[in-house]
């Protein structure tokens, strides 16, 4: 059963990735970018897009019910490479499984992309990192409880590039690095759920990311992390969401451009950069 369920899966986005070139008008995209919770400003330092349509026109793919994510695809011509941006994600919390969660990327993959540059908001975990501050994932810590592990076994060792925190640090030497802790949600996590966490050894808590990033991983994808903080979950001070979406919006502008010159290096195609 578990490799029918895994064939149709498949199918499933070799089907959603035709229906996508036919959207856009590329039999293949070379890069893609899933920005999270308030990042769309980030998009704009992709360019004028070559097509924008809704993500439900995917087949597979789910409207997201968050707040701060708008359901929309766009198509990006940058350096001479094809980014497929993402705007907004679906959610564990959202009840579809996971393997709806990761179904973008592995449409993204079976359009032919070999890189992943994905964003999200965080919680601090920290006292000294500050909302606004972002930071690059090194690790991450998956305490969801939801198998998000991948379908093969893949070996999460290196999940997230050393040579894309890299090239993402030459655009902006101030990026933090650290572990992300990723809670399955909807509910923001409580004062002595963040110690615990803290004492686990992850710097930031959020909601999303991580079966995105495995997916990738699977398809042979070099990932790169990018989170902001948007909350400070040590003070005991409440977490809104529409502040959460916020401080992550005023902070995408000033990581867009991460973004875009991590794109170009790619596009270079410098010793640094060839694929893992």
Do not use: K
Request: glycine fraction near 12%.
């Amino acid at each position: 059963m578990a490799e029918q369920d895994e064939a149709g899966s498949d199918a499933l986005a070799r089907r959603a990735a035709a229906v996508l070139a036919r959207a856009t008008g590329r039999e293949r995209h070379d890069v893609v970018v899933v920005l999270g919770s308030g990042w769309a400003p980030a998009a704009e330092s992709l360019g004028p897009a070559v097509a924008d349509f809704a993500v439900t026109d995917l087949p597979g793919c789910h409207a997201p019910v968050a707040e701060g994510h708008a359901g929309r695809v766009r198509s990006c011509d940058v350096a001479g490479l094809r980014v497929l941006c993402l705007l907004g994600r679906t959610h564990l919390f959202e009840g579809h499984g996971v393997a709806a969660v990761a179904h973008p990327v592995r449409v993204a993959a079976a359009a032919g992309c070999r890189v992943a540059l994905v964003t999200n908001a965080n919680g601090s975990l920290r006292d000294d990192w500050p909302i606004g501050t972002g930071m690059l994932i090194t690790d991450h810590v998956d305490l969801s409880g939801a198998g998000s592990r991948g379908r093969r076994g893949v070996d999460l060792t290196d999940c997230w590039s050393p040579r894309l925190r890299v090239v993402a640090r030459e655009a902006d030497p101030g990026l933090r690095e650290g572990v992300y802790a990723f809670l399955r949600g909807p509910s923001y996590e409580t004062p002595a759920e963040a110690r615990m966490l803290r004492t686990l050894g992850a710097d930031v808590v959020g909601m999303s990311t991580v079966p995105e990033a495995v997916a990738a991983r699977e398809a042979g994808l070099e990932v790169l992390g990018l989170s902001v903080v948007t909350a400070l979950e040590l003070g005991g001070e409440p977490v809104e969401g529409s502040a959460v979406v916020a401080a992550a919006e005023a902070a995408a502008a000033r990581m867009g451009p991460v973004l875009r010159h991590v794109v170009t290096r790619v596009a270079a195609g410098s010793p640094s950069m060839s694929p893992t």
